[in-house]
């Protein structure tokens, strides 16, 4: 089993900035991929980053690409997620989640989920 518990979210303005973290706990973090998603009142849950687990490669959708970065530190057990000029459409519940095979987390299918924290971005 793998726990995860995402913090860092809030209420910023367009234009703000917030990073979002993911703790991880249970089995080896670094066995496996990481990933964030989103999900909107009313939409499907949607993928925003991915990461391999050696941190040498990551992923993003078009609608976020050059705003956020993923990242993380394996000897801490954590992933982040940088949003930078955030727009009210990335309002949503973000979750991390956590699978042996990245190409899962493209599917916005994961083994393990967190239980979300919530941004807000107001115009």
């Known amino acids: 089993q793998v726990q995860l518990v995402e913090s860092g979210g809030g209420l910023v303005q367009a234009g703000g900035s917030l990073r979002l973290s993911c703790a991880a706990s249970?089995?080896?973090?670094?066995?496996?991929?990481m990933g964030w998603f989103r999900q909107a009142p009313g939409k499907e849950r949607e993928f925003v980053a991915a990461?391999?687990?050696?941190?040498?490669?990551?992923y993003y959708p078009d609608s976020v690409k050059g705003r956020f970065a993923i990242s993380r530190d394996n000897a801490k057990n954590t992933a982040y997620l940088q949003m930078n000029s955030l727009k009210p459409e990335d309002t949503a519940v973000y979750y991390c989640?956590?699978?042996?095979?990245?190409?899962?987390?493209?599917?916005?299918?994961?083994?393990?989920w967190g239980q979300g924290t919530q941004v807000t971005v107001s115009s």
């Open positions: 249970g089995r080896t973090f670094s066995d496996y991929a």
């Open positions: 990461i391999t687990w050696s941190g040498g490669s990551t």
């Open positions: 989640a956590a699978d042996l095979g990245i190409a899962t987390l493209f599917k916005v299918r994961a083994q393990y």
